[in-house]
């Protein structure tokens, strides 16, 4: 793999870490739950340990494809900057309208023994902005890149993808007492009111979506 490869993914993968979902879940578990150090730990766990499987599953699936049909590595492209211009578009057309944020709460039957099933569901809900994944695998598809090699990429994006949400947990994890008034407050202010609808971010991301899908239709 070239340079600019490993640092396209890594640029890719710190984007794709922007995930405020688990980031402030983690917060949430660490704030409300009972036994918050494990349960948090096991809630990443199960977070990062479905990214990894679904990423990988992505890029083997791409892969074998690729290399099973004739022209194979360009109908991967094409599909997967679809499925960005997709993504994307969907993410556009929900910045239009002003929606409810996510209650930031625990429900009562979260505990240790489901905290990991909660992390692997909320990976799975946040499918939608994973649009950073789908451009990796691309990327990766693209490169044709030998299989081992791929799936230590595959690895190494969601060993950076985890990063920030680890060191947050290690942090909170050891200063959670001293932290506890200022995540108290980051909870409720993100938790508080809807989301605005927001024209020129909508358009932003509708660029974008235009931008993928002419790429991939002149591949």
């Known amino acids: 793999m070239t340079a600019g490869l490993v640092w396209g993914l890594v640029g890719l993968a710190l984007l794709d870490s922007l995930n405020t979902s688990t980031l402030l879940v983690v917060v949430v578990v660490l704030l409300l739950a009972r036994r918050p150090v494990l349960s948090a730990w096991l809630y990443l766990a199960g977070a990062v340990g479905s990214f990894l499987l679904?990423?990988?599953?992505?890029?083997?699936?791409?892969?074998?494809?690729?290399?099973a049909?004739?022209?194979?590595?360009?109908?991967?492209r094409r599909v997967a900057l679809l499925l960005v211009a997709v993504l994307l578009g969907v993410l556009a057309v929900r910045r239009l309208r002003e929606r409810p944020r996510r209650a930031l709460d625990l429900p009562r039957w979260f505990s240790p023994a489901t905290a990991a099933v909660v992390g692997v569901l909320a990976t799975l809900a946040d499918l939608p902005t994973a649009f950073p994944l789908f451009l990796a695998v691309e990327r990766l598809t693209a490169a044709?890149?030998?299989?081992?090699?791929?799936?230590?990429?595959?690895?190494?994006?969601?060993?950076?993808?985890?990063?920030p949400a680890l060191v947050a947990l290690l942090v909170v994890s050891v200063l959670r007492e001293r932290l506890r008034p200022g995540l108290a407050r980051v909870r409720d202010l993100v938790g508080a009111?809807?989301?605005?609808?927001?024209?020129?971010?909508?358009v932003l991301l509708a660029l974008g979506a235009l931008a993928a899908a002419a790429v991939a239709v002149l591949l």
């Open 54 to 67: 679904l990423a990988l599953g992505l890029y083997l699936g791409a892969s074998g494809a690729a290399a």
């Open 144 to 163: 044709g890149v030998e299989r081992g090699d791929g799936v230590l990429a595959v690895l190494g994006y969601t060993a950076v993808y985890a990063l």
């Open 69 to 76: 049909v004739a022209g194979g590595t360009l109908l991967v």
């Open 193 to 202: 009111g809807p989301v605005p609808r927001s024209v020129p971010v909508a």
